[in-house]
C-alpha cells in the first residue's frame, strides 16, 4: 500500500507551496543517492519525488486530495492518469539544494542523462592505531616505530590497475549506467556506477597481475612517531599521510596514534603532578628522620619531622611531568605511610612493653578515655 504523499514530506493537508518545496528540500538533501548514506536512500527519495511531483501541482494536488491515490490510476475511472515526469523537472530545487555542479537536469543520475565519470581525486581513509608505552617513556618523550598493515598504491601499475588504458565498453566511458523503473507516475531512469570500472569510465588492456586490476596492495609499513614528553593515556598523535591509500591520485590518509601509557609500580599521576607513597617505620615517624625518595630523574633527601603520621603530605617542586601542550612541569607529592610491624622477634616484643609502660598517651587520648568510661555499663 503506497504512503500518504503528505505523510512521506511530512507536512499537513493544509500545507502552504512554500512548506512543501521546504520539507522536499530537506529529503532530497537527506536521501539523494549521490550523497546519502542512509539505508534505503534511493527509495525514500524515489518517495518523496512523488510526492513532490503531486503535491506541488495544484490541479494534481486537488486530484489527489479529492481520490487519493486513485486520482492517478489509469484504470480506475477518474479520467485517466498522467504520465508523471515528462512534465516534471525538479532540476532546478535540486540544483540550488547541491549547486549547479553537481550534475541535476540533464546528464543527472535521477533524470536519465548521459553522466559523468567519477575522477575525482580522493583522500584516503585515516585510521587509527593503539601504541602501548611505559610509564618513563611517556614521563620523558620517546621516538618509536609504529608497524601497519595498510592498502597503499600498487608498486607495479602505480595503483592504476593495469596498462593500455582504454574506453569502458560497459558504459562507454561515462562511468555510469541506466536503468529504468516504472512508478503510477510514470518510467524514470536512474544511474549507478558501472560495475566493470567502478565509475571511472576506463578499464586496461592489461589488467595488474599484481593488485589484480584494483591498484592497491595490502603492505606493512613502518612509520616513524614522535611521542611529547607528558603524553597520558587517552592522548592522541597524528601522523600525516602515512595512511591508507587514496583514490584516483588522491594524497593518502592519516594515522591517529592512540596513546596508552602502563601503570608505574611506585608513582601515581593526577595531570602533570605525581605522587608517590613513602613507608616509614613507627621510630622513624616518632623520632623523625632523613629520608630518599625516588623521582623521575634520581633520588632526593627529604626531612621527615619528629611525630609524622600517615597520610601526611610533602611537596617536591618541579619534579613531576612536562605538559605537552603548556609550559611548565608538575609537583612530586611525597604520601607518608607509617608501617605497625606485625611480627617481632623477642628483643623488639620487650622493647614495646617497656615502651608502654612508659605511658606514651597524649592529650589526644583524654576526650576518647573519657566517654569510654562514661560509657561503661559494668
Known amino acids: 500500500m503506497k504512503k500518504d504523499y503528505y505523510e512521506v514530506l511530512g507536512v499537513s493537508k493544509n500545507a502552504t507551496d512554500a512548506e512543501i518545496k521546504s520539507a522536499f528540500r530537506k529529503l532530497a538533501k537527506k536521501y539523494h ?46 479520467g485517466g492518469g498522467f504520465s508523471g515526469f515528462e512534465d516534471f523537472d525538479p532540476s532546478d530545487i535540486l540544483r540550488d539544494i547541491f549547486g549547479s555542479g553537481f550534475g541535476f537536469g540533464e546528464g543527472s543520475s535521477f533524470f536519465g542523462g548521459t553522466g559523468r565519470k567519477t575522477t575525482r581525486a ?19 618523550g620517546t621516538e618509536t616505530t609504529v608497524s601497519l598493515n595498510i592498502d597503499d598504491n600498487c608498486p607495479d601499475c602505480d595503483g592504476h590497475g593495469g596498462t593500455g588504458v582504454k574506453t569502458c565498453k560497459e558504459c562507454h566511458g561515462t562511468g555510469y549506467v541506466k536503468e529504468q523503473q516504472r512508478s503510477i507516475l510514470g518510467a524514470f531512469i ?23 586490476g584494483t591498484g592497491k596492495k595490502k603492505v606493512k609499513k613502518n612509520i616513524i612517531v614522535k611521542v611529547p614528553a607528558g603524553v597520558d593515556t587517552g592522548d592522541h598523535l597524528r601522523v600525516t599521510g602515512k595512511g591508507p591509500a587514496g583514490e584516483n591520485g588522491g594524497p593518502n590518509g592519516d594515522v591517529y596514534i592512540e596513546i596508552k601509557v602502563k601503570d608505574h609500580s611506585l608513582f601515581k599521576r ?22 630518599e625518595v625516588p623521582t623521575l630523574d634520581g633520588n632526593v633527601i627529604i626531612n621527615i619531622a619528629p611525630g609524622s603520621g600517615t597520610g601526611e603530605k610533602q611537596r617536591i617542586k618541579g619534579k613531576g611531568l612536562k605538559s605537552p601542550s603548556k609550559r611548565g612541569t608538575g ?48
Do not use: W
Open 122 to 140: 580522493t583522500k584516503g581513509p585515516d585510521i587509527s592505531v593503539i601504541f602501548e608505552m611505559d610509564f618513563e617513556e611517556a614521563a620523558f
Open 33 to 78: 543517492p549521490d550523497v546519502s548514506k542512509e539505508e534505503n536512500a534511493a527509495e525514500k527519495f524515489k518517495e518523496a519525488q512523488e510526492a513532490y511531483a503531486v503535491l506541488s501541482d495544484k490541479e494534481k494536488r486537488s486530484r489527489y486530495d479529492q481520490f487519493g491515490h486513485a486520482a492517478f490510476d489509469q484504470n480506475a475511472g477518474f
Open 270 to 291: 593526577e595531570n602533570s603532578d605525581l605522587y608517590i607513597t613513602v613507608p616509614l617505620t613507627i621510630t622513624e615517624a616518632v623520632l623523625g628522620c632523613k629520608k
Open 190 to 212: 536512474t544511474q549507478r556506477p558501472c560495475p566493470v570500472c567502478g565509475g571511472t569510465g576506463e578499464e586496461y588492456t592489461n589488467k595488474c597481475s599484481t593488485c589484480r
Open 331 to 378: 609537583d612530586l607529592y611525597v604520601i607518608l605511610k607509617v608501617i605497625t610491624p606485625t611480627k617481632l622477634d623477642r628483643k623488639q616484643k620487650k622493647l614495646f612493653e617497656d615502651l608502654d609502660k612508659t605511658n606514651l598517651k597524649t592529650s589526644d587520648f583524654d576526650v576518647y578515655d573519657k566517654y569510654v568510661k562514661k560509657n561503661d555499663k559494668r
